[in-house]
């Protein structure tokens, strides 16, 4: 049987974008603005905080594709260093933590900082998970 605990930090991602996405729906509902205003997207006349919260969700649709895949081949591999499933929870926190700074008080450098250590995470998983698969 598999160690399934490389599953639960793509559950608590995952889980974590569906509450961004419903966040999305509230702001969107709440905007006061025609519905046809998001026919192409977004226009001027929806309010910063819709578009932010789009975006944060979209952030969470892109780079973490590569989060779910290292973590399905460290689900099956045959094993994998000690250190991986940290990386993966790590990655699950900065990305969090990425989404309450963007959400929240949205300081450009400190969203920056916490974006390139979730890339840096994600690359290093990358390096555990792919060294041990090769191994094997």
Not at 115 to 131: D, E, I, M, P, Y
Request: with cysteine.
């Amino acid at each position: 049987m598999r160690d399934t605990s490389f599953l639960l930090p793509m559950f608590a991602l995952a889980g974590w974008t569906g509450l961004v996405l419903l966040y999305v729906a509230v702001c969107r509902v709440t905007a006061g603005v025609s519905p046809r205003e998001f026919t192409l997207g977004e226009s001027p006349q929806v309010p910063q905080r819709a578009m932010l919260a789009n975006r944060n969700y979209m952030n969470l649709l892109e780079l973490p594709l590569l989060f779910y895949v290292v973590c399905l081949l460290a689900w099956q591999a045959p094993a994998v260093p000690v250190a991986a499933l940290p990386l993966a929870w790590t990655y699950v926190g900065v990305r969090v933590l990425h989404s309450l700074i963007h959400l929240g008080y949205n300081n450009v450098l400190h969203r920056f900082i916490a974006f390139a250590v979730s890339n840096f995470v994600l690359l290093a998983l990358w390096v555990v998970v792919g060294r041990a698969m090769l191994a094997t």
